[in-house]
């Protein structure tokens, strides 16, 4: 029972235009969401979170909005760059931290 | 600022052995996690210490048992190995057990159960 899926295993871009990665849970008790980047032999980085009353949240060039209703969020990147091809991870929360992760989407941002 | 170190970074193991993974938490943070990352799919919670009592658990079963330590430094054990405990463990970091923020992962360490 998967409570948080990315159903793109994978996403190809061209450097500049805008990179959508979308999220879909099922658990309505998750209160926060958040999304990891992960590059090859490192641990997944932190990049953006959203809590449950919002609807939107913005930094720089990322950009997170959440649907309650539909129990979907999506990641935008804008402008996407070479440097962002890496795992995208989709998170979600409701205990404090112990968080559930989707499968991920690779992200190839091509120059 | 010290960031999230795991040790070993890769291991071979076989099946039915023994092992202890190890964590040092990030500088100024009380509150250890442990996840399971198998090849292809997103990490998957283990359990997680505040304080060096467990305070909360995932769906896995006993033989995955943990430790965390007054200097907030962690291990993770697992027992009698099965080939499906291949993957990628990671350790992660934060500074409160209630809080919602973000988690600082380590690089993690590779087990392979043959």
């Known amino acids: 029972d998967q409570q948080v899926k990315q159903n793109s295993p994978s996403l190809s871009v061209q450097e500049g235009r805008i990179s959508i990665l979308n999220c879909d849970y099922t658990?309505?008790?998750?209160?926060?969401f958040l999304w990891y980047k992960k590059y090859p032999a490192e641990g997944p980085t932190f990049l953006i979170s959203?809590?449950?009353?919002?609807d939107k949240n913005e930094d720089g060039r990322f950009t997170v909005f959440l649907n309650k209703s539909a129990k979907h969020l999506s990641l935008h990147i804008v402008p996407s760059q070479p440097g962002d091809s890496a795992v995208y991870f989709c998170?979600?929360?409701?205990?404090?931290?112990?968080?559930?992760f989707g499968g991920g989407t690779r992200l190839m941002v091509k120059p | 600022e010290t960031g999230v170190t795991q040790s070993p970074t890769h291991l071979i193991k076989t099946r039915g052995q023994q092992v202890t993974l190890r964590c040092s938490s990030q500088?100024?943070?009380?509150?250890v996690s442990w996840y399971q990352q198998a090849l292809g799919q997103g990490p998957q919670f283990i359990f997680q210490?505040?304080?060096?009592?467990?305070?909360g658990r995932g769906n896995f079963p006993p033989r995955f048992s943990g430790l965390q330590f007054p200097n907030y430094s962690s291990e993770l054990n697992v027992n009698a190995l099965e080939l499906d405990d291949s993957a990628l463990y990671l350790c992660?970091?934060?500074?409160?057990?209630?809080?919602?923020?973000?988690?600082?992962f380590g690089e993690g360490s590779r087990l392979t159960v043959l």
């Open positions: 992660a970091s934060s500074s409160d057990r209630g809080s919602t923020g973000e988690l600082f």
């Open positions: 658990n309505s008790m998750f209160d926060y």
């Open positions: 959203i809590s449950s009353i919002k």
């Open positions: 998170a979600a929360d409701n205990a404090g931290n112990m968080l559930t």
């Open positions: 500088s100024g943070h009380n509150t």
């Open positions: 210490y505040y304080r060096e009592e467990e305070n």
